[in-house]
């Protein structure tokens, strides 16, 4: 092993490496797979047809989210109700078939347990700091909030992992993404990691891997951890990760699937060590300023498209390259947005909260914050509310959360991806806008049509009173001292 | 898999940087449980437009595609290239691509061929007057027919599998004990 500093990425690499390769190609072992029904399927078919186990079931977790309808998945007699669409019911199906063959820990779509794979892992202490972890799904960089090295592959890299428990892969470069100071009031890690990436771009962070670093990374939640981590894929960077700490193992401890009694205490000690070394050199460094950072919108069709509530659309002459230009003009008239609108003076139809990136408890808890003893604009024509999990759906009905946002006009659904992706029932129609936590902007993305505004939480819960994009800092002015404890 | 070593024809000019997947393939298109049949979806958001290219009778077929910078980025859905390989496309020419997608691409056959932005744009030009191109994988080169010659490089792992049209899976499994070797190690 190197005497130099090591990075906390190179260290879990170093770690992981089974066979090292004259071309630089190593051979990674996986420590952790997550399995879930839209990007599997193809990968189980693949082993059958050619004869081959999956080497490590016991490493692997599997939960259906994409297709599953949030609406209730049980009848009055308590049976299970039948998926209506006939391809979601295959694939369900074609998952279940494929656990029980294989023998594959799966949380059925009626468990508590069940709920969105990037927001289950962590939540069963299945990601733990230190392990590779991967998905079929490129935002298991998700699970980088909790130290782990965890990235999205693809079907033929399922497959890969389920027959061998490795992967194929060269070293990513690597690059520090420091922030200092404190988040202003109404101002939530969304906020930031949207700023982030209006700063990097969709692009900026290609071929690394993002390790959050700084203050206010510190002191962030895990939750909040987890928002930021997620996105690390719209910035273009696989992996994001947080070196783990005392809220992380907080958070951990005690969670079915994490070590337990004397294994615990011998994991935080390895824990412990991960951090990147004092010294460790970064490929590329960025800095931003926590104090600069205002509730950010999304107005375009990519990420990196992002504005402050307070500011405007942009004027696509305003950028200087050339094929931006060409896709800002483009995005615009996709969006129905003109050059120079302010962005408060956008009108909303549809509110989306949840996805893997903002369907944790303090997510919920910040929508909340906002809805009590408010109602709905009647411009307003759907409003979702989609928990992460069963249990965070449970734990939010514990704190009367449902109550408020349905007493404000708004649905309280079953866990799932719901209208992050525009595979389930829960989709936008055509040419309508949405105020949505999630992660993605593009075309389509929430509906053939669909026009995605991002934001967090609290703007969308704040939209969702005014049925504009709207300041959250102005509508809850009076208790703003509250959100900021 | 099919070797990959030269193919020639026509370019699909698409020109567009930040392709996303969900643009390449929706996601009401996901929901399938086998890998064959997604080219009619295809860039299903685009073809809705009149005059697309994709339903332009002039590129149908066409097994190359040039693009702008970081074509393929967002999901990590395989269904993407599975798409592009089922539409008859075998390489992609753009200033760079997320590292899923040319991932995915590789898995699946296609090359992804990195070349300059300049180049590209030229490209873009010879493909939009419906010139033919060539991607030789042995020269790692893009040549056009009026003569225009780009080199390339791509990773020797990358390349000697796509030349082989080598299943990786049988590649590791070849290391069948060092993964043991490992398991025993660490203990996992």
């Given amino acids: 092993m190197s005497q130099r500093p090591r990075t906390m990425y190179e260290k879990i690499w170093d770690a992981h490496v089974v066979e090292r390769r004259p071309d630089g190609t190593c051979l990674i072992y996986i420590d952790r797979h997550l399995v879930h029904e839209v990007t599997s399927p193809q990968a189980f078919e693949g082993l059958r047809v050619a004869g081959r186990r999956v080497r490590r079931p016991d490493l692997v977790l599997a939960v259906a989210d994409h297709n599953l309808p949030t609406t209730p998945r049980l009848n009055a007699n308590g049976g299970p109700i039948v998926i209506a669409d006939a391809e979601s019911a295959e694939q369900l199906a074609a998952l279940e078939a494929n656990v029980d063959e294989f023998g594959i820990r799966y949380f059925e779509s009626t468990a508590p347990e069940q709920g969105i794979v990037h927001v289950v892992g962590p939540e069963q202490g299945f990601t733990l700091p230190g392990t590779t972890v991967v998905c079929g799904d490129s935002h298991t960089a998700s699970h980088g909030a909790l130290g782990a090295l965890a990235f999205g592959i693809g079907t033929s890299e399922v497959e890969h992992v389920l027959a061998t428990q490795t992967l194929q892969l060269k070293q990513s470069k690597t690059l520090e993404i420091r922030v200092d100071g404190k988040l202003g009031c109404g101002v939530s890690p969304k906020d930031l990691i949207l700023a982030i990436i209006g700063r990097i771009g969709a692009a900026g962070g290609n071929g690394h891997v993002i390790e959050y670093r700084g203050s206010t990374f510190e002191t962030m939640s895990i939750e909040g951890r987890l928002t930021v981590a997620n996105m690390s894929i719209e910035a273009g960077a696989r992996s994001g990760l947080f070196a783990p700490d005392e809220k992380t193992f907080a958070y951990l401890k005690g969670r079915p699937l994490a070590p337990q009694a004397e294994d615990w205490d011998r994991a935080v000690e390895r824990w412990r060590s991960l951090a990147s070394d004092e010294g460790a050199e970064f490929d590329c460094s960025v800095m931003l300023d926590a104090s600069d950072i205002a509730p950010t919108v999304t107005w375009g069709t990519s990420p990196e498209d992002v504005a402050p509530i307070t500011g405007q659309v942009p004027d696509p002459e305003s950028f200087s390259d050339h094929s931006k230009r060409e896709a800002v003009q483009s995005s615009l008239e996709y969006m129905g947005l003109e050059a120079g609108q302010r962005l408060e003076d956008v009108e909303i139809e549809h509110i989306f909260i949840g996805s893997c990136t903002n369907s944790r408890i303090e997510d919920l808890r910040a929508a909340a914050h906002v809805l009590r003893g408010r109602k709905r604009s009647d411009r307003i024509k759907q409003a979702l509310v989609v928990p992460g999990s069963g249990l965070v759906k449970r734990q939010a009905e514990a704190e009367g959360l449902d109550r408020i946002f349905i007493e404000a006009g708004l649905e309280w659904r079953e866990p799932g991806c719901s209208m992050c992706l525009a595979m389930n029932p829960d989709k936008v129609p055509a040419g309508e806008r949405c105020a949505s936590t999630s992660n993605r902007n593009f075309r389509g993305r929430q509906g053939p049509g669909a026009r995605t505004h991002l934001m967090s939480p609290a703007m969308a819960a704040a939209a969702a009173v005014t049925g504009k994009l709207t300041d959250v800092r102005e509508l809850v002015k009076d208790d703003l001292g509250e959100m900021a404890a | ?188």
């Fill in chain 2, 1 to 188: 898999m099919t070797p990959f070593t030269r193919i020639e024809g026509r370019a699909y000019p698409l020109g567009l940087s930040n392709v996303d997947t969900d643009l390449i393939i929706p996601a009401a298109h996901l929901k399938v449980v086998r890998r064959a049949g997604l080219g009619r979806y295809a860039f299903g958001t685009l073809r809705r437009q009149p005059g697309n290219i994709f339903d332009d009778p002039q590129f149908a077929g066409a097994p190359i595609l040039i693009a702008g910078a970081n074509f393929g980025c967002g999901s990590s859905r395989e269904h993407a290239a599975w798409a592009l390989a089922d539409l008859g496309v075998r390489a992609v020419i753009a200033p760079s691509f997320s590292d899923i997608f040319s991932g995915n691409a590789f898995k699946n056959g296609i090359a992804a061929v990195v070349l300059e932005e300049s180049a590209v744009q030229r490209l873009l030009e010879a493909a939009k007057l419906g010139d033919t191109l060539s991607v030789d994988l042995e020269e790692m080169q893009v040549v056009t027919n009026s003569g225009d010659c780009f080199g390339f490089d791509m990773d020797p792992f990358r390349r000697e599998c796509l030349l082989g049209g080598l299943d990786e899976i049988g590649l590791t499994l070849a290391s069948e004990a060092a993964i043991t070797s490992y398991e025993l190690r660490t203990g996992i």
